[in-house]
């Protein structure tokens, strides 16, 4: 089974400020996803990532937002002026399964915007 | 509007019966994924349907799909405590390739009490 990592696990931010956060898959992966869950609500898709280039996005990924894979191994979504509405649980995903039809999910970083 | 919902909203049973929980689409399908989260954690995947076929077991997981109705339906049995969770049906979308976001419905959330 695949294996990714994210960091940070707790992220504390003043509204205004820049946040990154990070992905780790542990095997070598051209894909994946940022999801965001905000505090009691369902699981909202952010963005697909392949191959260095931005696959896909939804409505919520608005210029405040950008993803890179700044040395071949991490991901990263940066915010760039967090708001309150930030505030939620940031997941990314891979592809995995027999036909990579499955995500399999990262743990999670939590932001909170004060 | 939304892509997935499932129902109830909250179910409460006791250790040792069956939970079943649902979920209805609106569009076509690639495919149907039930997860399972753990309160503030992370997204575990536990079983993935095809738009071909029509049941699938994991365990003590059974998972039914219909695609004329747009349903499917989860089934817990012999529940136990550590069955609780808040459970999410995904759809993939895309006809072309497995390698999709999936879009999430807001959940149920379970209770099996000892």
């Known amino acids: 089974e695949p294996e990714v990592t994210q960091t940070p696990s707790h992220q504390v931010t003043q509204m205004g400020q820049e946040v990154i956060l990070r992905c780790v898959p542990i095997s070598n992966h051209l894909y994946f996803y940022w999801y965001r869950q905000i505090l009691g609500q369902k699981v909202e898709f952010l963005v697909s990532?392949?191959?260095?280039?931005?696959?896909?996005k939804s409505e919520i990924f608005d210029d405040q937002f950008s993803v890179e894979r700044p040395d071949g191994s991490n991901f990263t979504l940066k915010i760039r002026s967090t708001k309150l509405e930030d505030s939620a649980m940031y997941f990314c995903?891979?592809?995995?399964?027999?036909?990579?039809?499955?995500?399999?999910f990262g743990p999670g970083t939590r932001l909170t915007v004060l | 509007s939304q892509q997935g919902e499932e129902d109830p909203q909250a179910l409460s049973i006791q250790e040792g019966e069956n939970a079943t929980m649902n979920c209805s689409y609106k569009t076509s399908i690639n495919n149907l994924q039930w997860y399972r989260q753990n309160s503030g954690r992370g997204l575990v995947h536990l079983i993935l349907?095809?738009?071909?076929?029509r049941e699938k077991h994991s365990g003590r997981l059974r998972v039914t799909l219909d695609t004329s109705k747009k349903s499917s339906s989860l089934l817990i049995t012999a529940s136990r405590a550590a069955d609780t969770a808040s459970y999410f049906c995904a759809t993939g979308l895309s006809m072309k390739t497995s390698y999709d976001k999936v879009i999430f419905g807001p959940g149920t959330s379970l209770s099996v009490i000892p």
């Open positions: 995903a891979i592809p995995t399964g027999v036909d990579w039809g499955e995500q399999f």
């Open positions: 990532f392949y191959n260095n280039e931005i696959s896909e």
């Open positions: 349907i095809r738009s071909n076929e």
